[in-house]
């Protein structure tokens, strides 16, 4: 698989998903963000990268530290830990699941358009996808040492859980009036990224990297090899919303 045509299809991914100049994007300063924020720059898109946290977070410094390469418009919002029990009871009631990943996102995405919002921005473009299509998630290592069959299973089960969620995301979202775009959960660039080898994706059960071909991309688009080869620290644990909504129950 040639890195020039997963650089098109991304490019064709975002720029028919995504009609708005003016956009915000969800960035922790991880690959899959970070990659698309550089993207969407060379796309000539009007970008605002938008992080949140509680106060001395992961995703919050180390976003800041990646952006020190980029110089790109970055806004931060410091999670409030005195609203949060309130928020999270909201949330979980509107969403209706005690799915603790869907009730950990939708609070992050709550917090993501409330920023966007407070900057004038109506769009905001996240990575979502990346993880599912390219065995970003640690159950890929179990799964490959079943075979390809399995991981593609998974792979399935993931894509429909992802797309769920973001729509029940959205839903929240509404209450900002935002709209978050996933243009890597578009159905042509599903189907264009299940055609790539697994093995350019993960290469064994003791690959803790994954996403091989992603990285190579974004080292050659210009993404700081700080991101490019950092380890996945999913949303919910880099932002600490996940420690905090344990507490809270």
Not at 65 to 87: A, C, G
Not at 175 to 187: C, G
């Amino acid at each position: 698989m040639q890195l020039d045509t997963l650089h098109e299809q991304i490019k064709n991914a975002i720029s028919n998903t995504v009609p708005e100049k003016k956009i915000g994007i969800a960035f922790s300063g991880g690959v899959d963000s970070t990659l698309i924020a550089v993207l969407c720059n060379n796309l000539d898109y009007d970008i605002t990268l938008l992080t949140i946290g509680f106060e001395g977070s992961h995703d919050i410094n180390f976003a800041k530290q990646v952006n020190e390469f980029l110089k790109l418009p970055h806004k931060i919002l410091e999670i409030n830990p005195n609203e949060f029990d309130s928020i999270s009871k909201k949330i979980h009631t509107t969403i209706n699941t005690d799915n603790l990943s869907w009730n950990e996102n939708s609070i992050a995405f709550y917090h993501v358009s409330k920023l966007a919002q407070s900057l004038g921005l109506n769009t905001v473009v996240t990575a979502n996808g990346i993880d599912e299509l390219f065995c970003g998630y640690n159950g890929y290592r179990d799964a490959i040492k079943q075979g390809n069959d399995a991981v593609m299973e998974l792979m399935a089960t993931k894509l429909d859980n992802e797309v769920q969620m973001m729509r029940a995301i959205n839903g929240i979202c509404s209450e900002f009036r935002v709209k978050i775009v996933q243009p890597l959960l578009s159905e042509e660039f599903v189907k264009f990224a299940k055609t790539i080898p697994i093995d350019q994706k993960i290469i064994g059960e003791n690959d803790l990297q994954r996403k091989h071909i992603i990285r190579k991309l974004a080292l050659q688009v210009g993404v700081p090899e700080l991101s490019a080869n950092a380890r996945k620290k999913a949303l919910q644990y880099g932002s600490l919303i996940h420690k905090a909504l344990l507490k809270s129950r």
